[in-house]
């Protein structure tokens, strides 16, 4: 009974406990539903704000856009309407300037037509004149023009030989003064000092008892003398005095030196000959390669082949016209540098061609030809730059020359070769050099005689006054002064001299 009234309370007390529950989640479901509709109605009262704010904003944005396009569009009519009036304005230019065109083409139309009428008429009266002229005298148009064509062609040779005299002045002027410079420069510096010496050929001895010493018994010291110099030894008439002959100029130099010795020893037998020489031999050779040292030094080659540069110091025992070989190769070396430096090109180079030009001259007498080409196969032989061998060849215009350096080597031994007191010239090339150019001026028509003055640097050449005149004059002496160039050889320079002249004679009586 107890338990069942204790299940009923405990079922009474749930009922209530659900109830009450069910109460209170009402109350919860009613209050939250309640606070929910009020955050819904305040939520729809900001969105509707909200809405009325973006409305309102949009509808000052189309109006504001509204506003911006109508000006912008408005601007654009504007300006479409300034641009169809400027085109309007270049329509009518156009059309006006269209109408000027017009207008002148008639106007040149017609003065060309006009024009062309003038030209006829004057064509017309042209060919009247020409007819009259050719009645009054008597010539025809053709004969006319060949006395026309003669008189021009004869003032022509006048005016050219005047302006030819002008031009070669301005131009000699111009030219002279560069080359005088180039060419005093050179000279100024080159400091090559030069002795005429002489290959001696006669050695003096203190008397004539001498000579016999000298030839020995039955000639057996003289024999030995030659066949071991290869020298062939005078002894004549000739007072304190004997003769070496030879070509070879070393050989000669050994003759001289041990000749000198055994004079001075006085012991002359063929054992001491044998002697003398070979230390004579081994002296002059010793002598010969002190000398290439000495040239080479101071003209500063360097990196030369010996036997090359032994051949170079045979030249101080060489002379060419009374001047010493190995001089005038220094002075030409000297003079090549100077030229080269002052034309901007390789100093060096110009020098080392210089110094060997006249190598040849060394050992011409053992090989046939000109001594340049012979020079030019011996640098060429010991590996010489070809520069250097076509400078060579070329100083004698044996060969082209192919390089400056050639021009200048040229230059340079033909200033030293012409040097006053460098050279001696044998009196027959002298003379024919003269009649040469002599005859040369003579061969010119309207030349009345010739005269080579000064040594054969001048050459005063008298023209007849009836033949030519003072405007051809000038051509004259250009064409005369040319042929002496291609025809002859000769140092230095020739001045070319015309004299005119005309006479009148009368006598008193």
Do not use: W
Not at 101 to 115: A, F
Not at 187 to 215: H, L, N
Request: hydrophobic letters at 40%.
């Amino acid at each position: 009974m107890i338990f069942a009234i204790g299940l009923a309370c405990l079922a009474a007390g749930a009922l209530i406990g659900f109830a009450a529950h069910q109460a209170a989640e009402k109350k919860k479901y009613k209050n939250a539903r309640t606070s929910a509709e009020t955050v819904l109605v305040e939520t729809k009262r900001k969105a509707e704000q909200t809405k009325r704010e973006i409305v309102a904003e949009g509808k000052e944005e189309v109006h504001r856009m509204r506003q911006e396009f109508e000006r912008d569009t408005k601007e654009r009519r504007a300006e479409i309407q300034r641009a169809e009036k400027r085109l309007d304005q270049k329509e009518e230019n156009l059309d006006k300037k269209l109408d000027n065109v017009s207008r002148k083409e008639d106007e040149l139309r017609n003065r060309e037509i006009q024009i062309q009428e003038k030209a006829n008429r004057v064509a017309a009266r042209e060919n009247e004149l020409v007819d009259k002229l050719e009645q009054i005298a008597r010539l025809t148009r053709e004969e006319a023009k060949a006395q026309l064509l003669a008189q021009v062609e004869t003032e022509a040779q006048h005016q050219i030989g005047i302006r030819l005299k002008v031009l070669e002045e301005k131009a000699k002027r111009e030219a002279d003064k560069t080359a005088q410079d180039i060419i005093a420069t050179a000279i100024q510096r080159c400091g090559v000092e030069f002795t005429s010496d002489a290959v001696v050929t006669a050695v003096a001895i203190p008397s004539d008892e001498m000579k016999g010493r000298i030839i020995g018994r039955e000639g057996r010291n003289i024999r030995t003398f030659e066949t071991l110099t290869g020298v062939d030894l005078i002894v004549d008439d000739s007072p304190e005095v004997v003769t070496l002959s030879s070509f070879d100029p070393v050989r000669r130099e050994v003759a001289r030196v041990s000749l000198e010795r055994l004079v001075a020893d006085g012991r002359i037998h063929p054992t001491r000959i044998e002697e003398i020489i070979a230390k004579a031999e081994k002296d002059v050779q010793e002598q010969v390669l002190e000398t290439a040292d000495a040239a080479l030094m101071e003209v500063g080659v360097k990196n030369m082949n010996d036997n090359l540069a032994e051949i170079l110091g045979q030249l101080r025992f060489r002379t060419s016209y009374g001047q010493n070989a190995l001089h005038h190769s220094l002075e030409v070396a000297h003079l090549s540098g100077i030229l080269a430096a002052e034309l901007g090109v390789d100093q060096a180079l110009a020098a080392r061609a210089g110094l060997l030009h006249d190598i040849g001259k060394a050992v011409d007498f053992k090989i046939e030809g000109p001594h340049a080409q012979i020079g030019a196969n011996l640098a060429k032989r010991y590996g010489e730059d070809p520069v250097v061998i076509n400078a060579i060849a070329a100083h004698h215009e044996e060969e082209e020359a192919k390089t400056i350096y050639a021009v200048i080597v040229a230059a340079a031994d033909a200033i030293s070769a012409a040097r006053p007191g460098a050279r001696r010239e044998s009196l027959e090339a002298y003379v024919k050099r003269l009649e040469q150019l002599e005859e040369i001026a003579k061969g010119f028509e309207g030349v009345g005689k010739a005269f080579a003055i000064q040594a054969g640097r001048e050459v005063r050449v008298v023209v007849e006054p009836s033949v030519t005149d003072d405007g051809a004059m000038q051509k004259l002496a250009y064409d005369i002064a040319r042929r002496i160039e291609a025809e002859m050889r000769y140092p230095g320079q020739i001045k070319v001299t015309l004299v005119r002249e005309t006479r009148a004679v009368d006598y008193a009586k």
